[in-house]
């Protein structure tokens, strides 16, 4: 579902320039004036002994034709601000950024001069969720436009009359000097001495000044992860900024992962892996989230939102399909807004029974995921209940047909399972039957029956006949026979390789197997310990 939210707006856009050509040597300065295109200017980079440059959103340009020379360096250094521990300057009553390199003693030998830009109006795109009252976190790669969007934040929250304190570690948020910058609006702004302090910074914010919201950037240790939590769990609205390109990259970080509520492994029980598909050991969501939303920010008009990162965190963990809400500006300017969920709920045409075939699995004639006036497919919900759900998962692949693997029985469009878990009749099973839900039974855990299923529910012609998988196949019957009492079975004669598939199925399966005969009737036996 595409939803325009908003008309297209007029920006306005300050960046002081002026002020950041003043602090570069006057050939430098000239050089960018000739150059124009204001507009799409990022950065200027200065090296020792190289050409410098000149970023834009589009290209690099060289600025002179000679090297930077220590003199060029030093002319920069004294026209901006102090140096503070990480290596940031800036100039007085702005938000361009100046960011040093130094070398073994400390001498600053390079230069990366960022243009800082306040961009009045760009908080269109996700002000309903700003205004929610809820901890928002801004996921994105460096210089995409988070710290943009926090500055925005914090000034339309202030002129709704909210107590604001920004908690500005390296003055980019409100500029540098004492006195904030204008586009921070009424927010009030905490400087933080060194970067390693900032930790400290927001705790104290919450303790003396009764903030309603605390705005952070680049949250990056895990001291201030901690703090984060512990301001959010004092009911105070925090809204944040991280690197990160996604939040499946969030949950790989050992530092920040707690912000969504971090990961540790849990051991299920035999009745929950069984209904899962999946081993005993998983990875679980250690506790609720830092962040009641979370916004990947891939590039200034795009932005994926998360508005339930305990549901999105759980998602990935369970490998399950994530669908959040994508949020862009079309070429009008109008925000529009694809919300995540586009499977329709509707269960018309559903089975009402099930029917139970021993040649393979139950099929309800009725159930059919091809739409018959247009030969349309239609997305189905699986809910596996014993079943390898990356097996189901490849199976589909394979086929190129769109399942939905969920965990919730009420949202289920079909239940599969396998044999000897149909004869149990679990809660789950019964479960369906009473909904009417159609439950599908295979005779074994593999790729080939789960393709062979699938293709009969799309209605698609598929050569089912491949040698491999119906040697797979009938050794999982022959593992099923050997557990249920028989004390041998003995195989197909088959090629080595696959043999060697069916000794570690068997070994799988805790069975004995050996190999016997000469080629080409060689085959395997299984037995019990």
């Known amino acids: 579902m595409t939803i325009p939210v908003a008309t297209a707006i007029q920006y306005k856009i300050t960046d002081d320039l002026d002020a950041l050509l003043t602090v570069f040597p006057p050939e430098i300065s000239n050089r960018l004036r000739e150059f124009g295109d204001e507009g799409n200017f990022i950065e200027i980079v200065m090296d020792l002994g190289r050409y410098p440059e000149a970023r834009y959103v589009d290209s690099d340009r060289v600025l002179l034709d000679r090297e930077i020379t220590e003199q060029d360096i030093t002319y920069v250094v004294q026209r901006v601000g102090q140096f503070t521990d990480d290596n940031r300057a800036?100039?007085?009553?702005?938000?361009?950024?100046?960011?040093?390199?130094?070398?073994?003693?400390?001498?600053?030998?390079?230069?990366?001069?960022?243009?800082?830009?306040?961009?009045?109006?760009?908080?269109?795109?996700?002000?309903?969720?700003?205004?929610?009252?809820?901890?928002?976190?801004?996921?994105?790669?460096?210089?995409?436009?988070?710290?943009?969007?926090?500055?925005?934040?914090?000034?339309?929250?202030?002129?709704?009359?909210?107590?604001v304190v920004i908690v500005d570690t390296s003055n980019e948020i409100g500029g540098d000097g004492d006195i904030p910058h204008p586009a921070v609006g009424r927010a009030r702004r905490m400087q933080v001495r060194k970067p390693s302090e900032q930790h400290e910074v927001m705790i104290e914010a919450v303790e003396n000044h009764m903030p309603e919201v605390i705005i952070i950037d680049e949250i990056g240790r895990e001291l201030e992860a901690e703090?984060?939590?512990?301001?959010?769990?004092?009911?105070?609205?925090?809204?944040?900024?991280?690197?990160?390109?996604?939040?499946?990259?969030?949950l790989l970080n050992p530092t920040l992962s707690d912000l969504v509520g971090g990961i540790e492994s849990v051991t299920l029980s035999d009745e929950e892996a069984r209904r899962r598909g999946t081993q005993k050991s998983v990875l679980e969501r250690r506790s609720p989230p830092t962040f009641d939303v979370l916004i990947e920010i891939v590039d200034r008009q795009h932005l994926i939102v998360h508005h339930d990162v305990s549901k999105a965190v759980d998602a990935i963990l369970r490998d399950r399909p994530l669908r959040p809400e994508t949020r862009y500006r079309n070429e009008e300017g109008k925000v529009i807004v694809e919300k995540g969920d586009l499977l329709k709920k509707d269960r018309s045409g559903l089975p009402k029974r099930t029917r139970y075939e021993p040649g393979g699995y139950a099929v309800n004639d009725s159930m059919?995921?091809?739409?018959?006036?247009?030969?349309?497919?239609?997305?189905?919900?699986?809910?596996?209940?014993?079943?390898?759900?990356?097996?189901?998962?490849?199976?589909?692949?394979?086929?190129?047909?769109?399942?939905?693997?969920?965990?919730?029985?009420?949202?289920?469009?079909?239940?599969?399972?396998?044999?000897?878990?149909?004869?149990?009749?679990?809660?789950?099973?019964?479960?369906?039957?009473?909904?009417?839900?159609?439950?599908?039974?295979?005779?074994?855990?593999?790729?080939?029956?789960?393709?062979?299923?699938?293709?009969?529910?799309?209605?698609?012609?598929?050569?089912?006949?491949?040698?491999v998988s119906i040697a797979i196949d009938e050794t999982m019957q022959g593992v099923e026979k050997v557990l249920s009492g028989a004390p041998v079975v003995e195989l197909s004669p088959q090629p080595p390789d696959v043999r060697r598939m069916q000794h570690k199925l068997a070994r799988e399966a805790n069975l004995i197997s050996h190999s016997y005969g000469r080629e080409p009737n060689r085959r395997v036996r299984l037995y019990r310990e």
């Open 368 to 467: 059919s995921a091809r739409d018959e006036r247009n030969g349309a497919v239609r997305p189905i919900r699986v809910f596996p209940y014993g079943v390898g759900q990356n097996r189901l998962r490849s199976a589909a692949q394979n086929l190129g047909v769109p399942i939905e693997i969920i965990n919730d029985l009420r949202r289920a469009s079909a239940v599969i399972t396998l044999k000897n878990y149909y004869r149990k009749r679990p809660q789950p099973i019964g479960d369906a039957e009473e909904r009417g839900i159609p439950v599908y039974v295979l005779r074994s855990n593999t790729v080939h029956q789960m393709e062979t299923l699938l293709a009969d529910i799309f209605a698609l012609k598929v050569d089912t006949a491949d040698p």
């Open 90 to 163: 800036g100039i007085t009553r702005t938000l361009h950024r100046i960011s040093a390199i130094r070398n073994r003693q400390g001498k600053v030998v390079g230069l990366t001069c960022r243009v800082g830009r306040a961009v009045y109006g760009t908080i269109d795109i996700i002000q309903d969720i700003v205004t929610s009252g809820k901890s928002i976190l801004l996921l994105g790669r460096p210089g995409v436009g988070k710290t943009t969007l926090l500055r925005e934040a914090a000034r339309v929250l202030a002129d709704q009359g909210k107590r």
């Open 227 to 250: 703090a984060a939590r512990t301001i959010a769990e004092r009911g105070v609205q925090l809204i944040g900024t991280a690197h990160g390109r996604t939040l499946a990259n969030l």
